[in-house]
C-alpha cells in the first residue's frame, strides 16, 4: 500500500475522492473549478456510483490533462478478505467480493476511458494484506495516504486549511470531491496558495509513482 512518494519526490499529490451512493454522489464543482484557476493537478479517486450519478462532470473530468482518474470501487466498502469493518462499515468478506469491488469499476472506467486505471483507493482507505496483494494482480496499485485533508469530508474550511498547509514534500493528501457542503473547497482555496508560495509545487500519482 502506497502511502507517500517516494524520497526522491520533492512534491504534494492531491487527491479526492468521490464515493458516491450513501457516502454522497455530490460534485464539489467548487473544488475543481478552483484546482482548474490554480492550474493545480489532482488524483480523482471514483466509485461507480458517483460515476453514474455524475455522467456529465466524469466526462469533463476524464478529458482535462490536469486530472487523473483513478479507481475507488464498485460498491465502496473497506477491503478485506474476512468481512474485517472500518469506521462502522462492513467489508468484503472473501476475495471474490474483493475481486468484484476491484474489477467492476476497473471494467467500467477502462471502458469509458479507453485506458486502463492505475490506481485504487478502498472504501474508508482500508486494506488488509491479502486484498492488497488481489489489487496487484489485477494491475492497480493501492494507495492511502499521508495527510487527512478533510476528515472525511466533515472538517470545516479552517480545519481545512490548518491540516492541508502543513502537508511536506512526498505528502499524499486525501480529501472529498463529492460534498460541496462541506468544507473542503473553502479550505483547499486557503491552503494552496500558500503551500505555492512556499515553494512547494503538486502532481498527479501517476507522474510520481512508476
Known amino acids: 500500500m ?3 512518494l517516494p524520497a526522491s519526490q520533492r512534491a504534494i499529490a492531491l487527491t479526492f475522492d468521490a464515493c458516491g451512493g450513501r457516502g454522497g454522489s455530490g460534485y464539489d464543482r467548487d473544488l475543481i473549478d478552483f484546482l482548474r484557476s490554480r492550474r493545480v493537478p489532482a488524483t480523482l479517486f471514483l466509485n ?7 455522467p456529465v462532470a466524469f466526462r469533463q473530468l476524464a478529458g482535462e490533462p490536469l486530472f487523473e482518474i483513478a479507481n475507488h470501487g464498485t ?3 473497506p477491503l478485506s478478505v474476512s468481512g474485517r469493518s472500518a ?5 468484503t468478506r472473501n476475495a471474490g467480493e474483493v475481486y468484484d469491488e476491484v474489477a467492476g469499476n476497473h ?17 474508508t482507505a482500508y486494506c488488509d494484506d491479502v486484498a492488497a496483494r488481489i489489487v496487484t494482480v489485477l494491475h492497480e496499485r493501492v494507495v492511502a495516504f499521508t495527510v487527512n485533508g478533510d476528515g472525511g469530508a466533515t472538517f470545516t ?6 491540516t492541508v498547509r502543513r502537508a511536506r514534500a512526498g505528502s499524499i493528501v486525501i480529501g472529498h470531491m463529492n460534498h460541496p457542503e462541506g468544507g473542503t473547497a473553502e479550505g483547499i482555496a486557503k491552503a494552496i496558495p500558500r503551500l505555492l508560495a512556499s515553494g512547494h509545487r503538486f502532481v498527479r500519482l501517476s507522474d510520481a509513482l512508476h
Open 48 to 54: 461507480s456510483r458517483w460515476i453514474d450519478a455524475n
Open 157 to 162: 474550511p479552517q480545519q481545512v486549511d490548518d
Open 75 to 77: 460498491r465502496h466498502p
Open 107 to 123: 471494467a467500467k472506467l477502462t471502458r469509458l476511458l479507453g485506458r486502463a486505471p492505475r490506481f485504487f483507493r478502498p472504501g
Open 2 to 4: 502506497v502511502t507517500s
Open 87 to 91: 469506521y462502522g462499515i462492513p467489508g
